[in-house]
Each structure stands twice: as C-alpha cells, then as structure tokens.
C-alpha cells in the first residue's frame, strides 16, 4: 500500500467511525426523548389519592359487657321430691302456668314424716294414760274439755291451802288446849269420877252450906265460949270447942275440895271431849282437804297433758291435712310468663324443699348493662346515646342505651362505669358487646387517616398539585399543614389552608417528599 | 493518541489501579449510601427534620429490666419542663417536641367469622408507627393516642387466612373473646436480612393494653424515642440522665448515629466480640436487621478504606513524582533561559 492510500483509508475509517458514533448518538437520543415520559416515570412513585371532602367524624366507644337482670323470679319447691321429666330448658320462654317440671307421684317426704308422727303421738298418747293410770274421768275431761280451767283450779287450789292452813292452825290451838286441859286434868289429881256431875254438885252445895252454916256456928259457938270462958277449963273447953270446929272446917273443906276437884274433873273432861270432838273434825276436815288439794293438783296435771297431748295431736292432724292440701300435684307450673334463665335439675334428681327450681327472668323488664372505661372515652358520650349491638343481625329486637355515667369503684381515678338499660330477648349474664358514640357535627374537611404526615413542623398533608408542561400533566406532592380536630378510626376531620376537595395522598410506592414528583396510580 | 505512549508501564499501571480504586470507592460509597438507607426503622430523624437537630434512640430492656408503662410516662412528662429549661421550642405552635413508642413481644390468636390465625404479636404504645412506617396497603395505623385501643395491623397473609382478602380495613375479629378492628394491612419485608432477622413471621400489631390482656406477653423490651439533639449526644444524654439506664439490665442505641464512620469502626473494632451477647437481650427483628447492616456496612467501610489508601497513597507518589518532574522542567527552563535557547515546535515534540 501507498503512504497515500494508507493515509486515506486512515482518514476514510477515522470518518465512518464519527459517523457510527454519530448515528448511535443521535439515536439514542430519539430514544431517550421519545420514551423520556416513561423512563421518568417510572423512577416516579406511585401514589394513590383520595379527595378532601365534607364529612362527619363518628367516634365510637367500644367494649363488652355482662347483662345483669333486674329480679329473677325464683320457682320454689316446699317440698322434697323427685323430679319425673323436666320440660324446658334455660334460655326457653315460657308463659304463665306453663308446665316447667313434672314430679314422681309419690308423697312428698314431710307429708309421710307428718303421718307417721302423728300416729306416734296418737299411740303415744293412749299408752300413756293405760301406763301411767291417769283416772278416767281426768281423761274424760280432758277429751271433753270439762277440765276447768287453769285459773279455776289455781284459784280452787289457793282456796284449798288457805283452808289447810287454817284448819292446821287450828288443829294446833285444839291439841294446845287438850294439852292444857290434860295438865289441869292432871293437877285436879283425881283418877276417875264415877258419880254424875249434879250429884257432886249437890255434894258440893251441901258442904258448902254445912260450911257456911254449921261451921259457922261452930266458930261462932267457940268464940263466944272462948270469950266466955272464964275458967281454965272453960278456956280449955272453949279451944277445944274451936279446935273442934275447925277440924270439923277443915274436914269439910277437905270434903268440898274433893267435891270441887272431881267437879273440876268431870268438867275438864267434858271439855276435853269436846275439844277432842273439835280436834278430829279438824283433823278429818284437814284430810278431806288435803285430799281434795292433792286430787285436783294430780287431776288437773293430768288434764293438763292430756289437754297438750291432745293438743298436739290436733295439730299434727292439721299439719298433715294441710300438707296433703299442700301436696303440690305432679307438676310444677311457672308462675309468670318469661324467659327461663337457669333451671338446675333434671330428670331422677332430688329437689330438696325450699330449694330454688327454676329462675325465670319475667319479660319486659329491663336489664342493666355495665361496662368500664377509660375517662377520655367517657368523655365523649352523652346520656341518651344508643348503642349499636356488635351482630345486630343475630339478636332480635335488643337495644342498649346509656343510662348513666358513674365512676368505676375498682379504678376510680383512671375510669368511669357506663350503664345501659337493655331492652329485648337478653338473659341475665350474658355478654353483649356494643359500640356507643355521636355523629359528630359536619366538617368541611375530612381525609382518611393514612394521609395524615406528621415531622418537626407537625402534621401536614400532601396534595396533589399538577402543572402543565411541555411534555405533558406533571404532578407535584405538595405539603400543606393542617390540624386535626377530631378523628376516628378511619378518618379524620381538619382545617388548613385547603378549598376543599383536593387530591390529598394516602399511600405511595415509596416515600414522597414534599415538592417531588410524582405519578398517579393508574 | 500519541501522548498516551508518554507514560511508562508502570505509569500506566499505577494510573490504572488509582482508576479502579477509585471507581471501586466510588461503588461502594454509592452501594453503601444504598443500604444504609434500607432500614426505614433507622431514620425517624431524616424524616423528621430533614435539617437535622434531632436523633433518633432505642432502649432495649431485658426480662429483668422492663419498664411499667407510668414509669415512661413520668419520663415523657419531665422532657417537656427539660426542653423548655434548656430552651428548645418547636418551630410551630401544634408542632412536637419529642415523640416515642414502645414494644412489647409475644403471641396471640386472632379469630374471625372463617379462621383462627396464632401469630406472633407486637404490643405497642404511643406513636409505634411512626419509627416503623410499613408498607401500608390498605387503611391507616392505629396510635396510642387514639380513644379506642381495639385497633390491629395484620400483614397481607393474616388477611387472607382471615378473611380470603386483602382490603379488609374496618373488618372485625376477635382476640381473647373481645372484639377488634383491622386498623390496617400492611406488606411484610422481605429481603434477605429481614428473614434473617425474623422479620418474615407472621405478625399481628395490637395495643399494648390488649396484647397484655387477650394475649401473651412479658412485658415491654423496647422504647423508641426521638428527640430534638441541637448539639451532638444531647439527647443521648437525657434520656441516660433522666430515664436512667443500668448496665446489666437495659442497651441503649442511638439509631441516627449508628451507621456514621465512626460508629462503623467502632463495629471493626469490635470484630470477634460482636457475636457475643452479654446482656440477656433478644433484639426486636429490626433492631436484628439493622445490625446485620451494620455488619455488611462495617465490611464495606473495610473496602473503602483499603481504596482510599491505595489512592492515597498514589496520590503521594504521583505529587511527589510529579514535583520532582516538575523541578527538572524548571531546572531545564532556567538552563534553557540562561543559555538563550530558543523553543522552538520541534523541540517541544
């Protein structure tokens, strides 16, 4: 090759190459310019967008709570029986005298026990008075009621005694005086007497006379012969006329003393034979009373338990007669029309008496429904408001509305108990979960919460501004600071520098910041 | 291309290596700055103020350790009268100061009308998704704030075992017998480190107060805060001072500062003692993940440092190549001038 030709070939190459190069260049160029919308969007993120618009911020409380009712009505049993077939279950309606339970046909226990006591105190009571030889005519009484009553014969009883007691007094002062007149017995010092009364008497009388008359006379023979008496012998004779005579005094008084004693005797005797008499009516009186007293106190006793275990006995019989009234049928019935809320027993079992068979929970009365929460929470509820039921659709016809707003007892500072009055086919203990709160008023300016950004500067939304351009719409994030006024759980209402339905970003593909492009989600 | 032979070999190979180093640094600081920004759960503070002025701080508490929800409470209120002694005051009147969260692991089973899900759970409190801003698909997330804390976030295999579907924001379900709302529905992560890290299960997030209550639980690990840091390790600083942070039983992390230089070679430094756990804590799974960053970023640092060197130390051979072609030059100029030669376009060939 040439040094020429070399040098034009070098310079033929070196200007296909700047072609080439040329070409690629230019082409990728048009590339880029035809694609440059796509390439940079791609790079976009990718937002998606919701309107600003007028809304309500509805912002509910929410929690569970157990429905007490208000007075379950208790079915009770008074008697111990068994149950046959129950025939509702809890949680059934039922209405007024409907069957509930239906019970064996046996006697209710008491009513046996009652029987079977009663023919013992019966046989008891029989045996007892062929025992214990209570007089028939007590038990006479006692049947009949002729008895007296205890007031008569306390009253007859204290008669008895005063009596006795007076006729024991008086027995003493007779045996006093038989003592007396057994000592002037003794002291007259005769035996016995065994002439009669009036012949001694005159004996007496006699002596008497013969003392006033002839001793007398004597005495006064003998003074005067002792006053006479002149001689020694006159004098002599005159003392012994006087010794004479009173001798003959003493002799006859030696007599009427011995008349006057055996008087004396025969009359202390006769005294004390009546007094004797006296002694032993009293004592025979004092028996009869005695008698009489221990008679009406054994009779009256008597009568007196007879009359109680009678007594007993007829209210035994009473008791069984009302128990047999009593003895429920064999069914049990409810007594009110209601919901059944707890029945505990079932077929075969024992229900014991007195024991609760059934609760029924009477509809149409209310129901409360506590529940605790937060103050704030609290906060935000009025009373009046009614609650919405979580699953409205499974239960019928049931509503719930605040009554009262109290503190809570377990937490005082922190919360507040919500009580609701609930209305409808609810049962006592079962728990219903409710949601409660207003419809706040209407805000111009509501975005769902995702859109809501938050930096040092506060909370701000992003929006979407587009500006036209040469290659087409740009869109452009474009901050806006808002504050919140109100919220709930998907959206909140603000105010800001807005018009009102703006574009606001809610997600993006990737972080947007503000003055950035972006692209819209297709 | 003439003035490329000019080079010797050896000029040329060293330029070659700088090219490469450089290109290699270049890579790696883009790849790291790259994964750096992965972990959305690290960078509450970018978010926040893209200014800066606030640092974002993980306490993570062992079973020992964990704190009541008063006690936190108490330490919220006095930051407020601490910012305002120290004068810090946010730039708007309904703007805040300081936000936080905390977290709480366990189980819990969901319930609606089709199924029954048992997933792990995550209790929280106050503003847990603002550190964690999930992917969210439908809905919106839920606050501790908020009036009713029946709200709950499911992923979108939760929905669908639950409901068949999706969109299911507003629907109801019930845990422990007490009725909850889908606040929202979120996608799960799914990279590599985050199923390492366990953040691929199945995760329900409630309230604290229902996690406590309808499931199970220990109590809260984690409390997240971010507060406003005018100078460096401010806020740091208060929280150690004022919620008080004892050794064996709590970790403190600040999440803005962990992915600095100097915190990665603090990470190199470490190396052979990192695996050890010496505090009985089991790291939430982002706090898992991050970590596993760390790691990846520490060993990037490795790299571009060992490029930094090279071209360093290029760089000195080249300058003082180049002073001592630069003092021969002149030596030649200054014969040349003193000798009156003239330069002529060949000699300059």
Same mark, same amino acid.
């Not at chain 2, 062992?62 to 004068?87: A, C, H, I, V, W």
């Not at chain 2, 964690?132 to 979108?156: R, T, V």
């Given at each position: 090759? &040439? ?142 009621? #002729? ?40 002291? @007259? ?47 002599? %004779? ?35 034979? @009546? ?16 008698? !009489? ?18 007594? %007993? ?23 009110? &029309? ?8 079932? %077929?075969?079992? #024992?229900?014991?008496? /007195? ?16 529940? &605790? ?50 209305? /409808? ?28 950004? !938050? ?53 993006? &593909? ?13 | 291309?003439?003035? *490329? ?18 290109? $290699? ?44 929800? +008063? ?11 601490? *910012?305002?002694? =120290? ?60 009036? +009713? ?21 507003? +629907? ?103 695996? +050890?756990?010496?505090?009985?804590? $089991? ?11 760390? =790691? ?54």
């Amino acid at each position: 090759m &040439s040094e020429e030709t070399r040098a034009t070939r070098g310079a033929k190459n070196r200007k296909d190459w700047v072609k080439n190069a040329a070409i690629i260049f230019l082409s990728v160029m048009l590339v880029l310019t035809l694609f440059s919308n796509t390439f940079m969007n791609y790079s976009l993120p990718e937002v998606s967008t919701q309107y600003v618009a007028p809304g309500t911020i509805t912002s509910k409380v929410r929690g569970t709570g157990t429905i007490s009712a208000a007075d379950p009505y208790s079915v009770v049993l008074n008697e111990t029986r068994v149950v046959a077939s129950v025939l509702v279950r809890s949680g059934d309606t039922v209405e007024k005298d409907q069957v509930i339970l239906m019970l064996e046909e046996t006697e209710s226990e008491e009513l046996k026990n009652a029987q079977k006591q009663l023919e013992q105190m019966i046989s008891s009571y029989e045996s007892g008075i062929i025992a214990s030889g209570i007089p028939a005519e007590d038990v006479y009484a006692a049947q009949n009621g #002729t008895g007296g009553s205890f007031a008569e014969n306390l009253a007859r009883l204290a008669e008895l005694e005063a009596a006795i007691e007076t006729t024991e007094k008086q027995l003493q002062e007779y045996d006093k005086q038989i003592i007396s007149l057994e000592d002037q017995l003794a002291a @007259t010092g005769v035996s016995g007497v065994s002439e009669s009364e009036s012949y001694l008497q005159g004996k007496l009388n006699e002596t008497q006379a013969v003392l006033d008359t002839d001793i007398k006379e004597l005495f006064a023979a003998a003074e005067k012969a002792m006053n006479e008496a002149q001689t020694e012998e006159e004098k002599a %004779a005159a003392e012994e006329a006087k010794r004479y005579a009173e001798g003959e005094k003493a002799r006859k008084e030696g007599l009427k003393a011995m008349w006057q004693a055996q008087l004396q005797y025969i009359q202390l005797s006769s005294q004390l034979k @009546t007094v004797g008499a006296g002694k032993d009516a009293a004592q025979e009186r004092l028996l009869k009373l005695t008698e !009489e007293s221990t008679d009406l106190r054994a009779s009256s006793g008597n009568i007196q338990s007879l009359t109680a275990q009678l007594q %007993a006995i007829e209210e035994q019989r009473a008791l069984v007669e009302e128990l047999k009234a009593k003895e429920t049928a064999a069914e049990v019935k409810s007594p009110v &029309s209601g919901t059944v809320t707890s029945i505990s027993y079932r %077929a075969g079992e #024992t229900i014991e008496a /007195g024991a609760t068979v059934a609760a029924i929970q009477i509809s149409g009365k209310e129901c409360t429904m506590t529940m &605790s929460v937060t103050a704030e929470q609290a906060a935000s509820l009025r009373v009046g408001d009614v609650a919405d039921i979580q699953n409205a659709w499974y239960y019928s016809g049931v509503t719930a509305v605040l009554t009262a707003i109290r503190v809570d007892p377990s937490n005082p500072q922190t919360n507040k108990l919500l009580v609701f009055t609930v209305e /409808g086919e609810v049962m006592d203990g079962q728990s219903l979960s409710i949601s409660v709160g207003q419809k706040s008023a209407e805000y111009s300016l509501t975005v769902p919460n995702s859109a809501i950004r !938050e930096d040092n500067n506060g909370k701000f939304i992003l929006i979407v501004e587009y500006k036209q351009s040469p290659l087409g719409t740009r869109y452009v994030a474009t901050r806006v600071d808002v504050e919140v006024l109100a919220s709930d759980e998907t959206s909140s209402a603000i105010s800001g520098l807005l018009n009102g339905y703006e574009y606001v970003i809610t997600t993006a &593909s990737k972080p947007v910041a503000p003055g950035q492009l972006i692209r819209l989600t297709e | 291309m003439k003035w *490329f032979n000019l080079f010797s070999r050896k000029e040329k190979r060293t330029a070659v290596v700088a090219v490469v180093s450089a290109v $290699i640094l270049a890579v790696l600081s883009g790849v790291s700055a790259y994964i750096k920004g992965i972990p959305d759960s690290q960078h509450l503070a970018e978010r926040w103020s893209s200014e800066g002025g606030y640092t974002q701080l993980s306490v993570f508490y062992t079973r020992e350790g964990q704190p009541d929800p +008063m006690l936190l409470k108490n330490f919220e209120y006095s930051l407020e009268e601490k *910012f305002s002694t =120290d004068g810090i005051t946010p730039p708007t009147e309904s703007a805040r100061l300081w936000v936080t969260a905390y977290s709480s692991f366990g189980e819990v089973q969901v319930t609606s009308d089709r199924a029954t899900v048992s997933a792990a759970a995550v209790g929280v409190g106050g503003d847990f998704f603002l550190f964690h801003p999930f992917k969210l698909l439908y809905g919106s997330y839920f606050s501790g704030s908020d009036l +009713m804390q029946d709200g709950i976030i499911i992923d979108e295999d939760a929905a669908w075992q639950l409901f068949g579907s999706s969109d299911v924001a507003g +629907m109801t379900v019930t845990i422990g017998g007490a009725p909850h709302y889908i606040a929202g529905v979120i996608r799960r992560e799914a990279d590599r480190m985050d199923k390492k890290a366990g953040a691929d299960k199945m995760t329900v997030y409630l309230s604290y107060d229902s996690l406590s209550r309808y499931g199970s639980t220990d109590g809260i690990s984690c409390y997240e805060l971010l507060l406003p840091n005018p100078v460096s390790g401010y806020g740091k600083q208060v929280v150690t001072e004022r919620l008080g942070i004892s050794e064996e039983t709590a970790v403190l992390v600040e999440n803005s500062e962990r992915y600095s230089a100097e915190a990665l070679f603090k990470v190199l430094a470490d190396f052979g003692v990192r695996s +050890m756990q010496t505090v009985r804590i $089991i790291w939430p799974s982002w706090e898992n993940a991050a970590r596993g960053w760390e =790691d990846v970023l520490a060993l990037i640092l490795v790299f571009q440092s060992i490029c930094v060197l090279i071209l360093a130390v290029i760089a000195v051979i080249a300058f003082w190549a180049a002073r001592k072609a630069i003092g021969v030059q002149w030596e030649l100029r200054k014969a040349k001038n003193r000798w009156g030669y003239e330069e002529t376009a060949e000699t300059m060939d």
